[in-house]
């Protein structure tokens, strides 16, 4: 293409979206990020990424910030949403 970036739209500047665009940055494209939210803020109850998704932020460079910011938890707990009452389902270990 004679010296021309590709642009890639993406829709959406959650994890998926952000991570995306980080990686086609890194591979020269041009990207432009779309979102509708007028702001970007922490929503839910939080996110839990697998050890393949861990590996792909560290190929992105982003691991070790991700790291000293996340929370570990020692098991996982089921709640009864009326109630509270809490049942383990497993510890989670180191």
Do not use: C, Y
Request: a positive charge; glycine letters at 12%; proline letters at 1%.
């Amino acid at each position: 293409m004679s010296g021309r970036r590709l642009k890639v739209v993406i829709a959406g500047a959650g994890i998926g979206g952000l991570t995306a665009a980080l990686a086609l940055l890194r591979r020269g494209f041009e990207v432009e990020v779309h979102e509708q939210a007028m702001a970007l803020r922490e929503v839910g109850a939080g996110v839990q990424i697998s050890a393949n998704g861990m590996l792909v932020l560290r190929e992105l460079g982003v691991a070790d910030r991700v790291l000293a910011l996340a929370a570990r938890p020692e098991r996982r707990e089921v709640r009864l949403w009326n109630t509270g009452q809490a049942w383990t389902t497993f510890d989670l270990g180191a």
